[in-house]
């Protein structure tokens, strides 16, 4: 099977940064799209950023200009960094990944999530 397991949320002051980190590991072909999601308690879960193999990317409006999504194809190893953090950027992030485990067959794999506070 597939895992993907987060690392660096924490407390932060605003205007702050963390760097959030996500390594796939398993039975791994290839890991295609890679992506963080967020979610706030009652709130549907929503896009943050999203980065093909290639390396392109894509932000929700909200973080352009503060977050930065990267890739390490050898690694398996999908980051984001945050910087000028803002109180409403607090939330549980998800990372998500489009996984082939064999030429042929492909899974949807999530993180188990992994909590960042935005607080003075």
């Known amino acids: 099977q597939v895992q993907l397991v987060e690392s660096g949320g924490g407390l932060v002051q605003p205007g702050g940064s963390l760097r959030l980190s996500c390594v796939a590991s398993g039975t791994i072909f290839r890991a295609d799209d890679m992506g963080w999601y967020r979610q706030a308690p009652e709130k549907e879960r929503e896009l943050v950023a999203t980065?093909?193999?290639?390396?392109?990317?894509d932000y929700t409006d909200s973080v352009k200009g503060r977050f930065t999504i990267s890739r390490d194809n050898a690694k398996n190893t999908v980051y984001l960094q945050m910087n000028n953090l803002k109180l409403e950027d607090t939330d549980v992030y998800y990372c998500n990944s489009r996984i082939l485990t064999t030429p042929y067959r492909s899974l949807e794999v999530w993180g188990q999530g992994t909590l960042v506070t935005v607080s003075s």
């Open positions: 980065i093909t193999r290639g390396g392109n990317t």
